[in-house]
């Protein structure tokens, strides 16, 4: 079992910086891949970052690109994500998520992963 833990969210204006973190614990997560996702009021779930469990390859979604990173701190059992140039659009809660056996084709699937974290609510004010 993992357990995983967010924190870093809360309220930014519009261009600023806010970085998540992610604390696991229960086992390490060398092995296994770790990845965002953030859910906006009355919409999907949709896959924000994700670092790949093998070469730890990263990938992103489009509208993150350029602006978002995703990291992992092995020693620490953490993952973070660096957000900048926030927009409003980048509001909603944000998810950290971890499977050991997924296929890289299905990283960016959310029910492909075993493990959540309750999340952290990022707020934009424009």
């Known amino acids: 079992q993992v357990q995983l833990v967010e924190s870093g969210g809360g309220l930014v204006q519009a261009g600023g910086s806010l970085r998540l973190s992610c604390a696991a614990s229960?086992?390490?997560?060398?092995?296994?891949?770790m990845a965002w996702f953030r859910q906006a009021p009355g919409k999907e779930r949709e896959p924000v970052a994700a670092?790949?469990?093998?070469?730890?390859?990263?990938y992103y979604g489009d509208s993150v690109k350029g602006r978002f990173t995703i990291s992992r701190d092995n020693a620490k059992n953490t993952v973070y994500l660096q957000m900048n140039s926030l927009q409003p659009e980048d509001m909603g809660i944000y998810y950290c998520?971890?499977?050991?056996?997924?296929?890289?084709?299905?990283?960016?699937?959310?029910?492909?992963?075993?493990?959540w974290g309750q999340g952290t609510q990022v707020t934009v004010s424009s």
């Open positions: 670092v790949f469990r093998r070469a730890g390859h990263t």
């Open positions: 998520a971890a499977d050991s056996s997924l296929i890289l084709s299905s990283i960016f699937n959310s029910r492909q992963y075993d493990y």
């Open positions: 229960g086992r390490s997560i060398a092995s296994y891949t």
